[in-house]
């Protein structure tokens, strides 16, 4: 158990809907991270926030958006969903910002987001 | 942009048998090589920090090294529940963790 909570574990939506996943990340971490995970595009970097702040965004499409709130715990929402956003979605968590740390990252289990 | 190549896709191995992974990249100021370990349905779990070339570490089984091009895990004499996908990333100079696809290792008792 890395520490790091995330919630739903599945969801099945439809094209063009709205879905929020929720991540809680280990006591005292500070930073926390959104990855996407698919078949064919592996881990992919999505946005990372430190301590309610975005310090680092990678190819996060418009459509998603996320923040971090004053408790550390972190939302990531895609909207107008289609069926290439099918994936899993990993947030992780470490306790300074990437460039004062190990790259030890603790993940959570994944959001298992299927759009139909 | 960073770029992390993983060899082979997928190595299946009798148990007691040794072999090799390969991590090859192309990075903007290296400042770290990680080697993550990923079970079906699980998040990546951090094994290994490598920050220069010609630097080991050693956990049970596993061994990484790290050339200037390169990173290799070596899994000696491994078991059954070494079986997993291995994930190597780098973080160059903006900081950011680029992720390569990963090799599924499946060892057979």
């Known amino acids: 158990d890395s520490g790091v909570t995330q919630t739903p574990k599945h969801l099945i939506t439809a094209t063009g809907q709205r879905v929020t996943l929720r991540c809680s990340p280990r006591?005292?971490?500070?930073?926390v991270y959104w990855y996407q995970q698919s078949l064919d595009q592996g881990l992919q970097f999505l946005i990372q926030?430190?301590?309610?702040?975005?310090?680092a965004k990678g190819n996060i499409l418009e459509r998603f958006s996320a923040q971090q709130f004053p408790d550390l715990h972190s939302e990531l929402n895609l909207s107008s969903l289609e069926l290439g956003d099918s994936a899993l979605y990993f947030c992780?968590?470490?306790?300074?910002?990437?460039?004062?740390?190990?790259?030890?990252?603790?993940f959570g289990e994944g959001s298992r987001l299927t759009v139909l | 942009e960073d770029q992390v190549t993983q060899s082979p896709e997928a190595l299946r191995l009798q148990e007691g048998e040794s072999s090799s992974l390969n991590c090859s990249y192309t990075?903007?100021?290296?400042?770290?090589l990680f080697w993550y370990r990923q079970d079906p349905g699980k998040g990546p779990e951090f094994l290994f920090t490598l920050y220069s070339a010609g630097e080991e570490k050693e956990k049970e089984r596993l061994k990484a090294t790290l050339t200037k091009k390169e990173s290799f895990l070596h899994i000696t004499a491994p078991k059954p529940e070494d079986s997993a996908t291995y994930l190597c990333a780098v973080q160059g100079g903006d900081y950011k963790l680029s992720f390569g696809a990963g090799t599924t290792v499946t060892v057979r008792a």
């Open positions: 006591s005292g971490d500070l930073s």
């Open positions: 990075v903007s100021g290296l400042r770290g």
């Open positions: 926030y430190y301590n309610g702040e975005e310090r």
């Open positions: 992780a968590s470490s306790p300074r910002p990437i460039s004062g740390n190990t790259g030890e990252l603790f």
